[in-house]
């Protein structure tokens, strides 16, 4: 419950809190929403010396849609997401999965920045912005550059960010077709025993295209490609959604831990495979 003493930063610029990022290295760690970090620190199971308050910084706000293409601010909080009719209309996967992450009071804080930096397996975005296919903007001492959400989570924790940088954006285009965020978990609040996003685009009654991902069923979020190919050309019928989930079991690699044994995960992300091919088909 007691986090360690800390030093605590509010800088109003980006070259401020990378200057202090470089000043402190490993002893530093931005802070956004807090809901993340706060229970960690207050386990002691992170150490942060130096904690960088990224709330006074401008141009990390703000979900814009334009010409296609979404972009949501890393300090835009799951609250928003819900709350945007403009989001609700470009990317209804969105308020859909947001509305399955955590509590109300979490969600006023928890931003989409700090759920898709965070690298934990068990965070619902990540996997959603991998079946977006988006892209992570990122900013440190180098200047900026791009990630693919689908080449940035490395390992449980672990995540192509530097950390020099901080996550400015993430963007995406806006999907088109059904879609579906099925989520299995043990109650509210809790992540995931398994969880699906699907987006699936129909031409002439066949799928014309469709992009599955997994989440805490791995320790990364997986796309996977084979899941999708599996859908493609079909009318999605029994035998499609079937091959789906066998080509996305092939991808998966869930561990034993208190929300149940490997047989059990792999059973349940069948399960919420299945429901969220039929949900987004239904919508295509
Ligand atoms: C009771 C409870 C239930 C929850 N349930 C769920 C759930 O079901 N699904 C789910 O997905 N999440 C869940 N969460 C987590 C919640 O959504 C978090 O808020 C979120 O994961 C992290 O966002 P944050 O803004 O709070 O980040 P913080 O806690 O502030 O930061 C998390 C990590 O990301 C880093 N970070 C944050 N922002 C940036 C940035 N812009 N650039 C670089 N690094 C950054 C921080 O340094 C830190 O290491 C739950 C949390 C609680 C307390």
């Excluded at 997401?81 to 609700?88: L, P, R, V």
């Excluded at 990540?126 to 296919?133: A, E, H, V, Y």
């Excluded at 047989?263 to 299945?274: E, P, Y």
């Amino acid at each position: 419950m007691i986090p360690a003493a800390f030093e605590y930063y509010r800088p109003t610029d980006m070259a401020g809190v990378i200057a202090l990022l470089q000043e402190h290295g490993d002893d530093a760690r931005v802070i956004a929403g807090g809901h993340s970090l706060i229970p960690m620190m207050k386990l002691r199971m992170a150490d942060v010396p130096h904690l960088i308050d990224l709330q006074a910084i401008k141009g990390l706000n703000g979900i814009a849609i334009t010409d296609g293409t979404v972009t949501i601010g890393a300090m835009v909080t799951q609250h928003e997401i819900i709350n945007s009719a403009e989001m609700e209309k470009a990317a209804p996967i969105m308020k859909e999965a947001a509305l399955q992450i955590a509590d109300p009071q979490v969600r006023y804080m928890g931003t989409v920045g700090g759920n898709v930096a965070n690298g934990d397996p068990g965070n619902d975005m990540p996997g959603l912005m991998q079946c977006l296919n988006a892209q992570f903007h990122l900013t440190g001492p180098d200047g900026d550059r791009t990630v693919d959400a689908r080449d940035f989570y490395e390992a449980a924790y672990m995540t192509d960010r530097e950390d020099e940088e901080v996550l400015t954006a993430v963007s995406f285009a806006a999907p088109v077709g059904g879609f579906a965020y099925e989520k299995q978990k043990r109650k509210i609040g809790d992540y995931a025993t398994a969880a699906a996003a699907v987006q699936i685009s129909k031409e002439g009654g066949k799928v014309a295209a469709a992009s599955i991902a997994m989440t805490n069923l791995s320790d990364t979020p997986v796309w996977s490609d084979s899941a999708g190919a599996a859908l493609v050309g079909t009318a999605c019928d029994d035998a499609a959604v079937k091959a789906a989930v066998t080509a996305m079991l092939g991808d998966i690699d869930p561990t034993e831990d208190n929300r149940g044994p490997v047989a059990f995960k792999r059973h349940a992300a069948g399960i919420v495979l299945g429901r969220a091919i039929t949900r987004a088909w239904s919508r295509a």
